[in-house]
Each structure stands twice: as C-alpha cells, then as structure tokens.
C-alpha cells in the first residue's frame, strides 16, 4: 500500500523541496500505523523527522499530523490506523511564532 | 586582531565584530538554516572551540525542537548534521530539550554540553555527535532535583577543574538548577556533591548536601570558585570543602550571571537582581558591581550603562568575558541592549540595542 505526506512550506528544506512524499509500506492493508509511515519517512529524512518527533518517537507538542481529515491525537495517536491511498498532512500548529 | 561576540537571543543568533571593541559590526539574525523558523529559533547556549574557533549554537524551535549548528568560519555558514547531535539513548524515557551550556576540554574535539532535562553529554568529534555522560545521569541523587524556574538543566560545565591551583584532565566541576555543584575527579565515573556552605530558600533544610538552585560558577584566574546561587554568592578554593558568602556589600544576593577575571584572582563582575520573586534590577537601574578582592568588597562600576529606569536583567549565561591580555567584559540584558567595557576603561560602551531578549553571550580574540 502507499500514503501520501503532504509537508508544509517551513519543513521543505528538509526533503528537499518535496512538498509531498508518496510512502509505500508494507503489509496488508488496514494493518499500518501513522508510526509506520513517520518511521518510514525518518530513513529517507532524518532531520525532517526530528522536527516531528524527539529521539522517543513522540510528536512534538506543536505539530500536528492529519489522517485524512482527523488529528491524530484525536484518534489514536502514532497509532491511528492508516488506509491505502490515505493523505497525511503535517501542519505546525497555531501556537509559536 | 579582531574580537568576536556571539549572542543568543530569543529570536536568533546575533554576531558583533570589533577591532578596538569600541565600535561594533552587528549583524543577525545570522541564517543558520534556509528556513526564518530556524533562523528566529531561542538560542539558549552558544560555544567558541578555542582550539580551532568552531562555534557551535544550540537552538530551540518552538515549533520543531532542539538542534545543534556549527560553523567553522566564525558564522559566515552554518551545518546541522543530519543525524540528531544530541539525543538520549533508547532506555532512557526523556528525551532532549536544550542545550544551556558549551564547554570545551583539552583536547580540540572534546566538548561538553550541559543539557535539559538534568543531563551531561560529551563529543568527541568537535560536536558533531555527543553521548551522554551515563554515571551522572544514572547519580542516585537525580530523584530528587527539580526543575528551577527556567527549566531542569546542568547549565555549568567546567572541564579540569575541582579546586583552587588545580587543573586535572580528569576532573570536572557542574551545576544544575536545582541540584547544585557536583564534582568528578575520575573522568566522570563517579560525582560528588559540592555545596556546603550554600544556602536554600525552598527546602525544609536550609544547607542541605544537595538540591541547591545554583545559578552560575564562574572559575577565578587562580583555579578558585564564584557562584552565584539563587539568594546567595560565595566563593570558595576548594568546593568539595565548602563556600563561603561574599554578599555583603551587594544590593541584593540574588542574581543569575557572574564572570569572573581572567588574570586577576579576585576580581569579578556580578549583575544584581532583585528577589526570586521580582526579576528586575535593583532600583529599576542597570548595575555591574565589581570586586577586586575576592569578594570582601563591592562597588559599582556603572559608568556609561542608562541613568533611566531599566527593567531588563542578565540571564545566567547572558554576560562572559573574551579572555584577552586586557580582557573585556561583556553582557545582554532581556530588555536586548549589550554592553562591552575593557579592563583599562571606566565605562561600559552599547554594542548594540533593541535586540531580542539576550539569553547568551560568549566573546573571543580572533
């Protein structure tokens, strides 16, 4: 199956201008995680994904991933299920500045 | 010859260049990265290698996180590594906020950072790549340090030195907020607190062996100790002995940065505040008192600061000295105003104004 991150325009300098990434992962559909796509996107762009997450793995308080239309943490987190085909848009939050 | 000021502010990184440390070439926020994010990130320590002039910066996005920069062109270009520069390992549960101190050892590649949460890390590459020094992370004692008003870190870090006319390649002296100074005598296998004699204002027990909110410890021109402690400033020649108070004469014992002289054993500037509860200066006016005896006396030496109300104070790493034949002096305030005096001049002259609020400044002859 494959996902798509969409990146904002403050964290394209770190996959090289990508605005979107296209994430194959493997296993049947319906068993992968918004962790795995992360994980996945961390080889490919280490420093892109310590702006996402510390070295636990856990987001960053003011960023902000979306699975389709859902927040994650209003889901269920790095472990909100992901679906072929899904959009994931990671997007700084309000705050800051 | 020429003199370098680094200073870290709240929205970035700024550089001042000098050839008479009279008049100032200021420019910044300098770009550590392509992106304005990086570039305005909290710069809560910065560190000149006096080996090689490697500056290394430890910025905080409030978005994105912590990360270390170099540059090896005294800030002309900037590199982050791609790998994360600091980072906890897998078995331990925090992980890395903040860097609030750099420090350098004797070997060129060998540099400290004192980090939050409560942590020491040590490079062996010139900062690339650091690893945390595991005995102090793992002291018996870290239940029960907390976190000071800014934050729970080892915000002081003084490689070779333990006590007075002392230097050993082995030892190493630290500082944290709160927890106070440990001391290591064997390459940082095992520590020992070192604040006998500092007081507390926060804990049942008002000397207790550890557990102090020790602000800043500055390293005399004779191996000896300043602190400045949160209420309370002492020296000592021998920490692991205990300090003794030098405040009388200050308008207040409360503070966060203290320098001490280069050459001069018992000469040191201390940047008054007014409480733990009010952080302003004392009479709302800018003030640096100076001893020049070991802290039996103090006097003011404010020549050239603003005669106006001022109501911005010097953060613990917010003043340093360049270290030169005729040293300067330096300091920045949260008001974003920083100042240079020399050693052979009676006045403090701006080098700059309005910038961000000043969390850190390091100066070095280039």
């Not at chain 1, 280490?46 to 991933?65: A, F, I, K």
């Not at chain 2, 750099?102 to 010139?126: K, Q």
């Not at chain 2, 690893?131 to 029960?144: I, K």
Request: some cysteine; charged content about 25%; overall charge negative.
């Amino acid at each position: 199956m494959t996902v798509t991150v969409f990146l904002p325009q403050v964290l394209r300098v770190e996959s090289s201008g990508a605005a979107r990434i296209d994430i194959p992962l493997g296993g049947a559909d319906g068993t992968a995680r918004l962790r795995d796509v992360l994980d996945e996107l961390a080889l490919r762009h280490p420093r892109l994904d310590r702006r996402l997450r510390d070295e636990r793995g856990r987001l960053r308080r003011y960023v902000n991933v979306f699975v389709d239309d859902d927040e994650c943490r209003a889901v269920s987190g790095l472990d909100t299920p992901v679906r072929e085909g899904a959009e994931i848009r990671v997007l700084p939050s309000v705050a800051g500045g | 010859m020429a003199f370098l000021l680094v200073i870290g502010t709240r929205k970035g990184l700024f550089r001042a260049i000098s050839d008479d440390r009279r008049g100032w070439e200021v420019s910044g926020p300098l770009r550590l990265d392509s992106e304005d994010h990086i570039n305005v990130a909290a710069v809560y320590a910065v560190g000149v290698n006096p080996h090689n002039r490697r500056i290394l910066v430890g910025a905080e996005s409030s978005h994105f996180g912590p990360s270390v920069w170099s540059s090896d062109d005294l800030g002309a270009t900037w590199r982050e590594p791609d790998a994360a520069p600091i980072a906890f390992p897998p078995d331990v549960e925090d992980s890395f906020a903040r860097v609030w101190q750099f420090a350098f050892g004797d070997e060129p590649d060998t540099v400290y950072a004192g980090v939050e949460p409560h942590a020491l890390f040590r490079s062996a590459d010139g900062g690339e790549s650091f690893e945390l020094v595991r005995a102090l992370w793992d002291h018996p004692h870290r239940a029960n340090w907390f976190p000071g008003a800014g934050g729970a870190a080892i915000h002081t870090v003084l490689p070779g030195r333990v006590r007075a006319a002392e230097t050993d390649p082995l030892a190493m002296t630290v500082a944290m907020s709160t927890g106070g100074v440990y001391q290591t005598r064997d390459d940082g296998r095992t520590w020992s607190p070192a604040n006998r004699g500092i007081t507390t204002t926060f804990l049942p027990e008002e000397t207790p062996e550890y557990g102090q909110c020790v602000h800043k410890v500055a390293v005399a021109a004779d191996g000896g100790f300043y602190a400045q402690n949160h209420h309370g400033v002492y020296r000592s020649a021998d920490p692991a002995s205990g300090w003794e108070s030098i405040a009388e004469g200050l308008p207040s014992d409360f503070g966060f940065a203290l320098v001490a002289h280069p050459h001069a054993p018992g000469t040191a500037l201390n940047f008054p505040v007014v409480s733990e509860a009010v952080h302003l200066p004392p009479g709302n006016r800018l003030q640096v008192h100076r001893t020049d005896d070991g802290g039996a006396t103090w006097r003011p030496v404010n020549g050239g600061l603003p005669a106006d109300p001022y109501f911005g104070i010097v953060l613990r790493d917010g003043a340093c000295t360049d270290g030169a034949d005729v040293p300067g002096f330096y300091f920045g305030t949260r008001s974003g105003d920083v100042y240079v005096t020399t050693d052979d001049d009676a006045e403090w002259r701006q080098v700059a104004a309005h910038l961000p609020d000043v969390l850190c400044v390091r100066a070095i002859e280039v």
